[in-house]
C-alpha cells in the first residue's frame, strides 16, 4: 500500500486553533466517565502478530480506559463474535504512527486526544469550531458491532461506540452546495513525528457524498468496547462507514468540511488505479494487485467470502445505476 509522494499540506495545524473550553465540560467528561482522561496507554505491550481472541477477551483488558455511557447497542455484523480487543488494538493502520501494523500500538502514545478541537465548515449556514465535548455532547452515545474490511483482504468485528454521523452534521445546516463532506486527519509533527518521513501526503483526507454521510449506519466513532478510543485506532474521534474498505474511516479527524465538487483524499490522490473515491467493499472488482472475492477474519484460520458492501445491503439504493467496476 505504499507509494511515495510528497507531502502536501492544504491545512496546517496551525489553523485549528483551540477553543475555550466550555462552562459545562466538567460534568459533561463527568457523565461520560472522560474526567482527566489522559488516555494512559497502559496495556500496550511490544506488537505481536494477531491472536485468536480468547473466551470472554475485550472489556477485561480496556480497563484502563475511561468507560463511555452507552445507551443502546446495535450488532450489526450478523451476530459474528467481536474480535479480541488485543487484537482490534494491535493491528493497526495508522501511517502517521509507521507503516507496520505494530507500530501504531507502540508510538501513537505521543497523541494528545485532550484538549480536541474540530472545525466544521464549507457549504453550511453554521459553521462552527467545537471543543470534541461540544460537538458530542448532544448526543446519546450508541455501541454499533460492525465488521471492518480492510481493502488488504483482512478484516475484523468491532463494537465501536459513536453518534450517527447524519446527527452531527445536520447541527451545522449543509446547505444546498453541500454535495460531499471531506475529513481531515491531525498531521502535527510534534506529536506525530513520523509524519516527516512524508510516507503520505499529510494531513490524512478522506470523503464521503452527502447522501452516504447522511446514510444511518454511518458513524462517528469515540470509543471501543465500551471505552474512550485508544490512540493507534485514531483517538479521540474518527469516521466508520462499514460498508467501504477501511481506509475511508479517517482517524484522529480536526476538520470536517462540506464541499460542491468532490473532495480530494488521500488514497485516491496517490494511487488513483488502486483506490477509489468510493471504496465500496465490492467482491467483484478485485484490486490491481489482488483479489477481493475473499478475506481473512483476524483470528480465524479460513478465509470466508467477501460480501458486497461488506455484507450491508441496505446501502445499494445509494449506487443505484452506477457502473461499479468504474466508481470503485
Ligand atoms: N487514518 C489516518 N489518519 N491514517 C491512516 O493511516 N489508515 C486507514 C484508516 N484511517 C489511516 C486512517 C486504513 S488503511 C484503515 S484499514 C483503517 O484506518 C484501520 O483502522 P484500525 O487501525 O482502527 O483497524
Known amino acids: 500500500m505504499l ?4 507531502p502536501q499540506h492544504p491545512i496546517k495545524p496551525s489553523e485549528i486553533t483551540a477553543e475555550a473550553v466550555h462552562a459545562d465540560r466538567r460534568q459533561f467528561l463527568a457523565r461520560m466517565g472522560l474526567a482527566g482522561a489522559g488516555l494512559a496507554l497502559a496495556g500496550c505491550s511490544e506488537a505481536k502478530p494477531p491472536v485468536p481472541p480468547a473466551a470472554g477477551a475485550g472489556p477485561a483488558a480496556t480497563s484502563a480506559l475511561p468507560a463511555l455511557e452507552v445507551g443502546k447497542t446495535s450488532a450489526l455484523a450478523g451476530g459474528e463474535k467481536p474480535s479480541s480487543y488485543e487484537d482490534i488494538t494491535h493491528y493497526n493502520n495508522y501511517y502517521e504512527f509507521g507503516t507496520d501494523k505494530s507500530d501504531p500500538a507502540r508510538n501513537a502514545a505521543t497523541l494528545r486526544p485532550r484538549p480536541w ?5 464549507g457549504e453550511c449556514d453554521a459553521p462552527g469550531q467545537l471543543d470534541l465535548d461540544a460537538l458530542i455532547k448532544p448526543h446519546a452515545l450508541e455501541e454499533r458491532i460492525y465488521r471492518l474490511r480492510c481493502v488488504e483482504a483482512w478484516s475484523m468485528v468491532i463494537p465501536w461506540v459513536g453518534v450517527p454521523l447524519a446527527d452531527l452534521l445536520k447541527r451545522f445546516k449543509p446547505n ?3 454535495k460531499f463532506v471531506q475529513f481531515f486527519s491531525l498531521a502535527d509533527a510534534e506529536q506525530m513525528p513520523m509524519i516527516r518521513r512524508g510516507v503520505l501526503p499529510y494531513p490524512y483526507r478522506e470523503g464521503l457524498r452527502i447522501d452516504e454521510a447522511m446514510h444511518p449506519l454511518a458513524f462517528m466513532v469515540v470509543g471501543l468496547y465500551g471505552k474512550v478510543l485508544p490512540n493507534q485506532n485514531g483517538a479521540p474521534i474518527r469516521l466508520m462507514a462499514p460498508w467501504k474498505y477501511g481506509f475511508k474511516a479517517a482517524k484522529s479527524i480536526v476538520r470536517i468540511r462540506f464541499t ?5 483524499t488521500t488514497w485516491n490522490a496517490i494511487g488513483a488505479a488502486e483506490y477509489g473515491f468510493y471504496g465500496n467493499v465490492n467482491p467483484e472488482v478485485d484490486h490491481p494487485r489482488w483479489s477481493q472475492a ?3 477474519r483476524l483470528g480465524e484460520l479460513f478465509r470466508k467470502p ?4 461488506n455484507g450491508y445491503p441496505e446501502v445499494a439504493p445509494l449506487y443505484a445505476g452506477m457502473d461499479l467496476r468504474r466508481y470503485y
Request: hydrophobic fraction near 40%; charge should be negative; glycine fraction near 0%.
Open 3 to 6: 507509494i511515495r509522494v510528497s
Open 117 to 121: 478541537t474540530v472545525l466544521i465548515d
Open 176 to 178: 444546498s452546495k453541500a
Open 260 to 264: 460542491e465538487t468532490q473532495p480530494e
Open 294 to 296: 475473499s478475506e481473512r
Open 306 to 309: 467477501t460480501l458486497m458492501f
